[in-house]
Nanobody
C-alpha cells in the first residue's frame, strides 16, 4: 500500500553531479526509514545511504563525502545529492522505505529505479 517513485537519473560525465528524488505515497507511518540502494549489471543490490524520520543518516564508506541524503517529512520525500561522480557509480538507483506494523514487523517498499550512467 506504499508506492515510491524515483526521478533524476541520467547520463553524466565523471566528476559531474546529479540529484535524485523520491516521493512516497500511501499508508506511511510518521516514523520510518528511507534510503537509496543501487544495483549495477551483474552485481547485487547494495546500500548507498539511509535516513531516519528524525534525520539521522548512514552512508556506505564508498560514497561518504560525495553523496548527501536528505528528506522532507511533510512531503514523504527523500533526496540524494551526488557529487564527484565516478564510472563505478553507474547503476540503477532504487528508493526504499522501511516501516514497522503490527507485532513490530518491518516491511520494505521499493521504487521502480532510476538509471544513473557515468561516462569517463
Amino acid at each position: 500500500q506504499v508506492h515510491l517513485v524515483e526521478s533524476g537519473g541520467g547520463l553524466v560525465q565523471a566528476g559531474g553531479s546529479l540529484r535524485l528524488s523520491c516521493t512516497a505515497s500511501g499508508s506511511i507511518f510518521s516514523i520510518n526509514h528511507m534510503g537509496w540502494y543501487r544495483q549495477a549489471p551483474g552485481k547485487q543490490r547494495e546500500l548507498v545511504a539511509t535516513i531516519r524520520s528524525g534525520g539521522s543518516t548512514n552512508y556506505d564508506d564508498s560514497v561518504k563525502g560525495r553523496f548527501a541524503i536528505s528528506r522532507d517529512n511533510a512531503k514523504n520525500a527523500v533526496y540524494l545529492q551526488i557529487g564527484s561522480l565516478k564510472p563505478e557509480d553507474t547503476a540503477v538507483y532504487y528508493c526504499n522505505l522501511r516501516q514497522w506494523g503490527l507485532a513490530a514487523t518491518a516491511r520494505d517498499y521499493w521504487g521502480q529505479g532510476t538509471q544513473v550512467t557515468v561516462s569517463s
